[in-house]
T-cell receptor, first 112, second 110 residues
C-alpha cells in the first residue's frame, strides 16, 4: 500500500510565477490536509478537503492560495504570483477519518 | 499563548540515557493526542497516539493528564537513531486539523 505521494519534491519559482503542488492520498483515504512549514518553524494547518469539497480553509492565506481535490486525480495546492515569503515545505496528509493523519514527503518550494 | 507548547531543547543525551519531553495544550476540547517524530528536512511520522490510561511501545511511553492539559513522552535506553525533533500534536475532533507544537529537538551522542 503506497503511502501519501507528493510531487514535485522540489520546486523553484521566480517571484510572480505560479506554483502547483500535487498530493495523492493513501489508498482508501478520502480526507486530505495541507500544512506549511516555514524555515525553522512548526507545521501550520492550511486547508482540509474531501473529494470535491473544501471542509475547512481557516489556515489558508486570503489571497493567492487555493486548493482543490477533484473527483478524479490528486489534490492540488495552487499558489499564484509567488513571493519570497512563500518559500517553505508544504506537506500533505491523508486520513480515513481516523484521528491519525499520515504525511507525504513534502514539496520544498523555493522562490527566487 | 501558543495552542501547543513544548520546550524546544536541544536535549543532548548520551546513548542509553532516559529522556523525557513534556507538552502542554490550551484547548480543553482536544480529543486526540499524538507524538510525531520529524527528521531533518523530512515529513513528520507518527510515533504513537497518547491515551488517558497511558501507553507504551517498546522503549517509548506516553502519558496524558487531561486535568492539567499535559502530555509527556519518555524514551528509555536512547539510541543514536532516536536523534530527531519530537512533535507534540493535538486534534479537537477526528477529521479536523492537527495542531502542532514547535517540537523538541533530541540529540543522542555516542
Amino acid at each position: 500500500n503506497a503511502g501519501v505521494m507528493q510531487n514535485p519534491r522540489h520546486l523553484v519559482r521566480r517571484r510572480g510565477q505560479e506554483a502547483r503542488l500535487r498530493c495523492s492520498p493513501m489508498k482508501g483515504h478520502s480526507h486530505v490536509y495541507w500544512y506549511r512549514q516555514l524555515p525553522e518553524e512548526g507545521l501550520k494547518f492550511m486547508v482540509y478537503l474531501q473529494k470535491e469539497n473544501i471542509i475547512d480553509e481557516s489556515g489558508m492565506p486570503k489571497e493567492r492560495f487555493s486548493a482543490e481535490f477533484p473527483k478524479e486525480g490528486p489534490s492540488i495546492l495552487r499558489i499564484q504570483q509567488v513571493v519570497r515569503g512563500d518559500s517553505a515545505a508544504y506537506f500533505c496528509a491523508s486520513s480515513p477519518l481516523a484521528p491519525e493523519q499520515f504525511f507525504g514527503p513534502g514539496t520544498r518550494l523555493t522562490v527566487l | 499563548r501558543k495552542e501547543v507548547e513544548q520546550d524546544p531543547g536541544p536535549f543532548n543525551v548520551p546513548e542509553g540515557a532516559t529522556v523525557a519531553f513534556n507538552c502542554t495544550y490550551s484547548n480543553s476540547a482536544s480529543q486526540s493526542f499524538f507524538w510525531y517524530r520529524q527528521d531533518c528536512r523530512k515529513e513528520p511520522k507518527l510515533l504513537m497516539s497518547v491515551y488517558s490510561s497511558g501507553n507504551e511501545d517498546g522503549r517509548f511511553t506516553a502519558q496524558l493528564n487531561r486535568a492539567s492539559q499535559y502530555i509527556s513522552l519518555l524514551i528509555r535506553d536512547s539510541k543514536l537513531s532516536d536523534s530527531a525533533t519530537y512533535l507534540c500534536v493535538v486534534n479537537a475532533n477526528a477529521g479536523n486539523m492537527l495542531t502542532f507544537g514547535g517540537g523538541t529537538r533530541l540529540m543522542v551522542k555516542p
